[in-house]
């Protein structure tokens, strides 16, 4: 069964002004790793360390699977599961045409951040994406790629996506190696 989206607030003592918290100084380690390319796992520590900087919470054990999505679909997280699905297509159609490993990791961070938040107990998609640009803008000030994205319409931004070969989810790879960060104790 499927909780309604608009029926789950988010968490009272979070809000959901983006701007209800004045920016802090970019963390620079965050930064250099979205600058430099990374694989999945290194994109996802930027990800939870952003939120645990600027919201104080986060969540162990994730997993991360790949599947040929719809092209207007970015990612999903099915609500109680600890799988995030990407949009394979969508990787790829943006590393093809990333002007920079910035860019490529800033696009995977937003995503990334939009479904982990989700797992957090946000399940508003309105209220997801206004912390989402929150924490982002936070953790990595204003002029960012990643704080453009996030408070943007990443279709819009980048047309280009709405052409990325759709599927219909049926094949999903899992990533391995994958939030080693809460899961390298138990799974290898």
Do not use: C
């Not at 999945?40 to 599947?67: C, K, N």
């Not at 599961?81 to 990787?91: A, D, K, M, Q, T």
């Not at 107990?121 to 982002?136: C, I, K, N």
């Not at 980048?158 to 080693?180: C, I, N």
């Amino acid at each position: 069964m499927r909780l309604p989206l608009s029926a789950t607030p988010p968490p009272p003592s979070l809000g959901t002004d983006p701007k209800a918290t004045t920016p802090a100084r970019p963390a620079s380690a965050l930064v250099r790793t979205l600058d430099a390319p990374a694989d999945y796992d290194a994109v996802f520590r930027v990800v939870r360390g952003a939120v645990r900087q600027v919201l104080g919470i986060e969540r162990p054990g994730l997993g991360l699977g790949l599947s040929n999505l719809p092209p207007q679909l970015g990612a999903y997280w099915q609500v109680t599961g600890n799988l995030i699905v990407l949009n394979e297509g969508l990787v790829n159609v943006m590393r093809a045409n990333a002007e920079s490993p910035t860019e490529l990791n800033s696009f995977i961070y937003v995503v990334l951040a939009h479904e982990y938040l989700h797992s957090l107990g946000y399940l508003d998609e309105r209220s997801v994406r206004e912390v989402t640009a929150r924490v982002t803008r936070t953790a990595f000030g204003p002029d960012h790629p990643a704080t453009r994205m996030a408070e943007g319409d990443l279709w819009r931004l980048y047309p280009f996506l709405s052409y990325a070969p759709g599927g219909d989810g049926r094949r999903l790879k899992v990533v391995t190696r994958f939030d080693l960060d809460t899961t390298d104790r138990y799974i290898r």
